[in-house]
């Protein structure tokens, strides 16, 4: 099923107006990381995803807010789940705790999800022309499932 056909689905199963906007299609990563993530997604353990304020600002793309839909995909584009953001914090890394980062779903530790991310931020500031320090703010992204697809077909 294409994303489309998904979020189509969902709004006529949810009863939501064709009006009703689709902020955005994507996975949390690439290939079996990103299914991996919309598993977690899924099972209720991720609840929360960082990414880098300089990305916004270097791709002229407009930060979450409160409120969005969007569609998580797998690693083969698969449409998962629909989310909606319900809090969106901006902050620098090194500021970043672990009652926050804990609600990714990923780590640990803090520890790890610092290595982690430091890693992935520092790369991809590379690619957009930024340098990644502990200063660099994060914009840290809440969400909840809203809606299933095949597995539960309407759940808020």
């Avoid at 957009?128 to 697809?149: A, N, S």
């Amino acid at each position: 099923m294409t994303a489309e056909e998904f979020w189509k689905r969902f709004l006529r199963e949810t009863g939501r107006g064709e009006e009703t906007s689709c902020s955005e299609v994507f996975a949390f990563a690439e290939g079996e990381t990103a299914s991996w993530l919309a598993e977690l997604t899924l099972a209720g353990r991720k609840r929360a995803t960082t990414s880098c304020y300089e990305a916004y600002r270097a791709e002229g793309e407009a930060l979450p807010q409160r409120g969005e839909l969007s569609v998580v995909t797998d690693g083969k584009g698969e449409p998962k789940c629909v989310i909606e953001t319900t809090e969106v914090t901006v902050l620098p890394f090194g500021e970043v705790t672990w009652a926050l980062c804990s609600r990714e779903g990923e780590d640990e530790c803090i520890e790890t999800w610092r290595e982690t991310h430091r890693r992935i931020f520092t790369e991809e500031g590379r690619q957009l022309g930024y340098d990644f320090t502990d200063e660099t703010r994060v914009v840290f992204e809440d969400f909840r499932v809203i809606w299933r697809g095949e597995e539960n077909p309407y759940r808020e």
